[in-house]
């Protein structure tokens, strides 16, 4: 029996750096992972009976070794996938330090807003470049 399933909820972090000089983190995905070689907002699935903004401190913990704090709500958008529709939910946070441990990303980087090359992201991150910088 085929079922519909709705949109699986993905969150993602626009971390700022600690230093407060208004860059921001983006992650490259490592070999192995699902959209290697990708650069994007790091975050992942919010799991179920969990709330997104706890989703997100999670995720970062997990993937990066650090503690954020999740500010401001950015937008949502839905992405289709060949295999899956994701919606994404997109929250500014504020890294408390930035020393990060890549666990499953090989590459980052920290850039201003206006550096970021959307053609450079995975496709469901690219609409909120433009977001952040208000277009």
Do not use: C
Not at 91 to 119: G, K, T
């Amino acid at each position: 029996m085929n079922e519909k399933r709705g949109p699986v909820l993905v969150v993602a972090a626009v971390i700022r750096h600690p230093s407060q000089d208004g860059r921001v983190l983006i992650v490259r995905r490592g070999p192995g992972q699902s959209g290697a070689g990708h650069w994007e907002f790091p975050g992942g699935k919010v799991e179920a009976g969990e709330m997104p903004e706890s989703a997100l401190v999670r995720e970062i913990d997990e993937e990066l070794g650090i503690a954020i704090e999740v500010q401001d709500y950015v937008g949502e958008a839905d992405f289709t996938y060949p295999s899956k529709t994701i919606r994404l939910r997109v929250y500014w946070a504020q890294a408390r330090n930035a020393e990060l441990d890549l666990r499953e990303h090989d590459a980052l980087e920290w850039l201003q807003v206006s550096e970021i090359q959307p053609e450079k992201l995975s496709a469901a991150d690219r609409p909120f470049v433009k977001w952040l910088l208000g277009k």
